[in-house]
DNA sequence: GTCTATACAGTGATAGAC
DNA sequence: GTCTATCACTGTATAGAC
């Protein structure tokens, strides 16, 4: 039985960590007792200790983001491209169930800490999602109101799904966004 | 020169290290540092320490909200309230600048231990601003539909401006909502 | 590579002088 | 009421055995 020895592989049980208790909750010992690695094992992974972990982290969710959604935002067919969105998002999301690492790290001090990681995460969903729609046919100005409307609400949707453990709000404001994209104007 | 020995002065001091920090990354030496409060006065004024503070600072937040809110968009002409909301969360966010602490406490396992509080603060906005649109003609399910939109866009503005550093993002998003609202239909 | 042992600063909290 | 001193504990990080 082949346990985790590769840095890549713990990455994404460490993301759960953070993304569960957020990064000045997350503590050395729930990420040992989450990935079953000792201290001396994680420093030897990450010299740079839990902020390097951090980093290592917002990679990872980044790298998902660039390939599953932004890329073909920018380059597919602009429907398709739309159409997978959704459906990626509501999948990484947990239909509402789990909540945006980046969106979380942004609200405290976190977000000095990372700064350019996390706003690169938003600007360039916000940039991409506005290409295709300007692609599929959309005026400029009304294709960035939409994009910023839509990853906006997706993160409020996530907040407001955790706050009052009501995951369907997450469904119903996805649902909501993508009926309002594809009536195109005039 | 009279400085500050009641317990309700010092609660705004703490809800600006709550908001900035997050509920982890809020110290007591951090409460200190801003209040100008040691240990013990701070323990005098709340015995339950740093649990008691969150909640003293949620309980604040929330009769902020009932108060020029909540019961305005119940009670008054809706257009006035839903107009004086506007102006309100504008104010209180300082347009983009401030987060909110409710929000930020719901994203990681803080919400556990405030959940209702948490869930109340959403579920009264979003009741209270449904009532408001029903009462200036706007049909059951459309009420429901942008009074849960608009809750969780102002989250999703407030993430997003923070994570941007682009504060203009919470005016424009705002102009939208108050923009949609105007249109009744038919 | 993975572990245990350890260093040391900082945490929330309490006690008691004034 | 406010302070200082102190508590037990947990935090991140390091060193070194194996």
Redesign the interface.
Known sequence: MRTLYERADVVPLIAEVFR??????TSLSRITEKTGLGKGSLYHFFPGGKDEMARAVLAHVDGWFEREIYAPLRDGPPDDAVAQMWRGVDDYFRSGRR?CL???F??????DRF?AD??S???RWIASLRDALMRAGWPADQAI?HA??V??????????A????DEA?FG??LA?FRQRLQQLPG
Chains 1, 2 share one sequence.
């Open positions: 569960e208790f957020g990064f000045e909750g909540v980046v969106g979380a942004a609200l405290d001090e976190t977000r700064a996390i706003a995460y938003f600007t109101d910023e409307e990853v906006l609400g997706i993160q409020g949707a996530l907040v407001l955790r706050a009052t453990a709000v119903r404001a909501r």
